[in-house]
């Protein structure tokens, strides 16, 4: 299994940007779909992006689609989650999935990834 540690949560002022990272330590991170997910509390696990092993295919959650890109690099073991026009209901611990070696295919399914980082908090202000 990958570990997996995010970085770049903040609190940031509504309309602004922020980027979030992911950085694995495994060795097999570039044979693993990568995703993003949040959870607020009391609330389940929610899907925001996925992206391939190679990166060629992205998928979005409705929610953030068109403000949020989501973009690896192999060469780093790293992943991203570029966020603009942030919202107050962006407001999350945001979380870093791997799904495991060798499903590159996507998914927005919590169950479906096999490692986790331990999260990041976003606070976005009004």
């Known amino acids: 299994q990958e570990q997996l540690v995010e970085s770049g949560g903040g609190l940031v002022q509504a309309g602004a940007s922020l980027r979030l990272s992911c950085a694995a330590s495994g060795r097999t991170f570039r044979t693993s779909g990568m995703g993003w997910f949040r959870q607020t509390p009391g609330k389940e696990r929610e899907f925001v992006a996925f992206?391939?092993?190679?990166?060629?295919?992205?998928s979005y959650a409705d929610s953030v689609k068109g403000r949020f890109t989501i973009s690896r690099d192999n060469a780093k073991n790293t992943q991203y989650l570029q966020m603009y026009s942030l919202k107050p209901e962006d407001t999350a611990v945001y979380y870093c999935?791997?799904?495991?070696?060798?499903?590159?295919?996507?998914?927005?399914?919590?169950?479906?990834?096999?490692?986790w980082g331990q999260g990041t908090q976003v606070t976005v202000a009004t």
């Open positions: 999935a791997a799904r495991g070696t060798y499903y590159c295919s996507g998914s927005s399914l919590a169950p479906d990834f096999s490692s």
């Open positions: 992206i391939s092993c190679n990166g060629g295919s992205t």
